[in-house]
């Protein structure tokens, strides 16, 4: 069935070091993803979003990665920093339905 | 700029009771999406409506849930007779009119549901 997961539960990282955050999805037929980031007590706030016919897509201090040959997703975070603190999770759009299905999501701990 | 604006954002209620929660979409937005988040969890898709229809309500429980956008105000999502298992954070986003195809959805801060 359709399901997008990540690996990590929990990601702890060193103030500067660069972050790397990952998600598998299943469905052949996503041709649009999004990241998402969280933070408690609010909803999920855009970062960045990537077409199939992408393979890399670069914002400010992100990068997202799709790998559609083993349907993988990762999103790299530069010089992670502690306002980058929060629950991460990818999403697809499957079939352009307006449906979003998100993954579990990853807490990115980010230490002194 | 207004972003997605939900209220309330915490309503409490007892089991048997009425829920109503309201989204405002941003400006030029037309299409709206609710989904429901138990902790820990991710994001699980309940409805998506643009005003005055119902595009797909495939997430939402057939009983006691619905929802409406109409063409004056906010879109709510109703659930009536709460049970214990209705409490969950409520989320609604919204995305512009040139369509759903490839556009980012932008989330509210939700509505926290508690059931005593």
């Known amino acids: 069935g359709e399901s997008v997961g990540l690996h990590l539960p929990t990601l702890s990282v060193q103030e500067g070091d660069n972050s790397i955050i990952n998600c598998a999805y299943s469905n052949s037929a996503s041709d649009y993803f999004i990241w998402y980031k969280q933070e408690s007590g609010k909803g999920p706030q855009f970062i960045i979003d990537i077409r199939s016919n992408m393979d890399k897509r670069q914002g400010q201090r992100v990068t997202v990665l799709l790998n559609k040959t083993v349907k993988h997703l990762s999103l790299q975070i530069a010089a992670t920093q502690p306002g980058d603190s929060a629950v991460y999770f990818c999403a697809e759009n499957p079939g352009n339905t307006g449906k979003l299905i998100f993954g579990q999501g990853t807490t990115l701990q980010v230490k002194p | 700029n207004a972003g997605v604006m939900q209220n309330p954002r915490h309503l409490v209620r007892r089991r048997g009771q009425e829920a109503r929660l309201r989204c405002s979409p941003m400006?030029?937005?037309?299409?709206v999406y609710w989904y429901r988040q138990l902790p820990e969890e991710g994001l699980k898709f309940m409805v998506y409506?643009?005003?005055?229809?119902?595009?797909?309500e495939s997430g939402m429980p057939k009983e006691r849930f619905s929802a409406e956008f109409p063409k004056e105000g906010p879109s709510i999502l109703r659930i009536q007779q709460v049970v214990r298992g209705d409490s969950a954070a409520y989320f609604c986003?919204?995305?512009?009119?040139?369509?759903?195809?490839?556009?980012?959805?932008?989330f509210g801060d939700g509505t926290r549901l508690s059931i005593l």
């Open positions: 400006k030029g937005h037309s299409h």
């Open positions: 409506l643009q005003k005055e229809n119902i595009i797909d």
């Open positions: 986003a919204s995305s512009p009119e040139t369509g759903v195809s490839n556009q980012p959805q932008h």
